[in-house]
């Protein structure tokens, strides 16, 4: 058996982080988008929430290299899997409780809360879920880009 020690960061890298994003895109965009994903001032106040909730729709299936247009009714493995990661960027990124979730994705608010909880175990160990997380990370750091680019056309 071959145990992963999880990834380990530091304060430096992420000093070094912020100040490349900062370099990249100025203090005031980095500002907004720092407020909006710490809760002092709402995403969702700053942004649409259909707008995200279409972003993340619509690039999901392509991030996990597979259709959008068979998203909700094609029942194997890797779409359950696609279903799973935008239930649970859904729920982070534009606060959609379980039964809005539910609705969307045609699914009972007790299937949705165990995918969402599912998504976060498997995240969590990476080493043993890599098909998962990989494509779950890419997606979530083209949100945050997408995010990025929409604050600041918004604010």
Not at 90 to 105: D, S
């Amino acid at each position: 058996l071959h145990l992963t020690v999880p990834e380990q960061h530091s304060y430096h890298e992420l000093q070094h982080l912020i100040n490349q994003l900062l370099s990249q895109r100025g203090l005031s965009p980095t500002l907004r988008l720092l407020r909006a994903m710490m809760g002092e001032k709402d995403l969702l106040e700053v942004l649409p929430q259909q707008l995200i909730e279409d972003f993340i729709l619509q690039q999901a299936p392509l991030t996990f290299g597979l259709q959008a247009s068979e998203l909700m009714s094609h029942q194997g493995p890797e779409y359950r899997a696609l279903r799973m990661a935008c239930m649970h960027l859904l729920h982070t990124w534009c606060k959609y409780p379980h039964q809005r979730i539910a609705e969307l994705m045609r699914l009972s608010r007790r299937s949705v809360g165990y995918y969402i909880t599912r998504s976060e175990s498997q995240l969590m160990l990476p080493a043993f879920h890599p098909d998962y997380v990989k494509p779950f990370q890419a997606m979530e750091h083209q949100l945050i880009q997408f995010l990025y680019q929409q604050i600041n056309e918004y604010a």
